[in-house]
């Protein structure tokens, strides 16, 4: 089991996925400058979605979700503002992990948990991982002309295809959870499609793009 710092967020953070925040608090500041002590390529914590609580202020983060995901800094910067400093960073999405127990004794301001990181099943030769990719993307080319949008080809490996199109999709956080759950990718691909068959119908039939409660992106904490 090993420690890394937690970042309580309302938004998923996904394996190859990439995610500004911007840090502020004192707690999140010392969790910044921790990063900037740590050589570059090592700068890591992990990101936690919020079942319970807020992400700032007294008794913020009441209840964090299992499984999370490692966030690899990608850039960071300083800027002074009338209210103090301010960190934007960049991060990537790393490996995914099990938080087992949050480190009461830690001695840090911000959380530190004991995590265990989660293996992906080897799976790319698997043939029926390559036909319901194959699915999935004709789901996707379905659920963007139903949008009448238009977007790049989706590239990436049939185990990584479900994280590539579920950024590409309006959802909310509780459904982005549910694909950082899955175990496996054809279980993640399985629940893709289910994701992009109902949201498809959703738009034709009301000719309209639901609007998520939080779409994940940069955290003003």
Do not use: K
């Not at 499984?67 to 103090?84: L, N, R, T």
């Not at 959380?111 to 989660?118: D, H």
């Not at 977007?151 to 994280?163: F, I």
Request: aromatic content about 4%.
């Amino acid at each position: 089991m090993e420690t890394l710092p937690i970042f309580p967020l309302g938004g998923v953070l996904l394996p190859g996925g990439r995610m500004p925040l911007q840090l502020f608090e004192p707690r999140y500041l010392d969790l910044a400058q921790r990063l900037a002590d740590e050589p570059e390529g090592e700068r890591r914590f992990g990101i936690v979605r919020i079942r319970q609580g807020h992400e700032v202020g007294e008794g913020a983060a009441t209840d964090l979700h299992e499984i999370g995901c490692e966030a690899v800094v990608d850039a960071m910067a300083i800027a002074q503002g009338s209210a103090g400093a301010v960190v934007h960073l960049v991060a990537r999405g790393g490996r995914r992990f099990r938080l087992d127990a949050i480190d009461e004794g830690a001695g840090t301001s911000f959380l530190t948990g004991r995590v265990s990181w989660l293996l992906e099943p080897a799976a790319a030769t698997d043939p029926d991982l390559r036909a319901l990719a194959a699915r999935v993307l004709a789901a996707h080319a379905a659920y963007l002309e139903a949008l009448g949008a238009t977007a790049d080809p989706v590239e990436g490996r049939p185990v990584d295809l479900a994280y590539r199109i579920v950024e590409r999709m309006v959802l909310e956080p509780g459904d982005r959870q549910r694909v950082l759950d899955s175990a496996d990718a054809v279980t993640r691909l399985r629940l893709v499609l289910g994701l992009l068959t109902r949201e498809t119908a959703i738009v034709q039939r009301f000719r309209a793009v639901p609007t998520p409660t939080d779409l994940g992106g940069a955290s003003l904490n």
